[in-house]
T-cell receptor
């Protein structure tokens, strides 16, 4: 079992719709959870982080964390073509010296 | 805030050349910096973790004599690819974190092409 799992996609949504990206992780001791966006040929960009159970909202983005289910998700409201990218879920396990464990990424395509 | 600068952005050089890549945290002090490599259409691969003033910790399979890492200050880490060969051609990306539980912020990456 992979430590951090994401559907590779591609996930295709129409412009204006809600895109829902999901991630599960295996280490129950994980403390911090991050979502990065990576455009083709570019480096990852941090868009959200969440430490506590529940929802965290920032503009059109909402991160949701459920530690009991070992599940973290990212919702993108009013999706735009410029949101088309690969979204990386990253988990910070305890006692790993700050090393992130990345999922393989979900490719999102927002169609005009 | 949380800007990480990486230079150069692109390098093209002959086989056998050594290439140095710099990673700087511009507006925060980074206790830990990380070096990744990414091949086309593949996931990020962590190469090493670098803490200021101490030796880097390399991931399994990464040659420490090939990829020299120096983290001399809280704002600067360097990666030197020694005697580079075509198989070393890749996208090298650094990241920096202010603390052990803090988010990693990535530099823009260095695209290395060895002819």
């Amino acid at each position: 079992q992979k430590e951090v799992e994401q559907n590779s996609g591609p996930l295709s949504v129409p412009e204006g719709a809600i895109a829902s990206l999901n991630c599960t992780y295996s280490d129950r001791g994980s403390q911090s959870f991050f979502w990065y966006r990576q455009y083709s040929g570019k480096s990852p960009e941090l868009i959200m982080f969440i430490y506590s159970n529940g929802d965290k909202e920032d503009g059109r983005f909402t991160a949701q964390l459920n530690k009991a289910s070992q599940y973290v998700s990212l919702l993108i409201r009013d999706s735009q073509p410029s949101d088309s990218a690969t979204y990386l879920c990253a988990v910070l396990p305890r006692g790993q010296g700050g090393k992130l464990i990345f999922g393989q990424g979900t490719e999102l395509s927002v169609k005009p | 805030g949380a800007v990480v600068s990486q230079h150069p952005s692109r390098v093209i050089c002959k086989s056998g050349t050594s290439v140095k890549i710099e990673c700087r945290s511009l507006d925060f002090q980074a206790t830990t910096m990380f070096w990744y490599r990414q091949f086309p259409k593949q996931s990020l691969m962590l190469m090493a973790t670098s803490n200021e003033g101490s030796k880097a910790t390399y991931e399994q399979g990464v040659e420490k004599d090939k990829f020299l890492i120096n983290h001399a200050s809280l704002t600067l880490s360097t990666l030197t690819v020694t005697s580079a060969h075509p198989e070393d051609s890749s996208f090298y990306i650094c990241s920096a974190a202010e603390g052990p539980n803090q988010p990693q912020h990535f530099g823009d990456g260095t695209r290395l092409s060895i002819l």
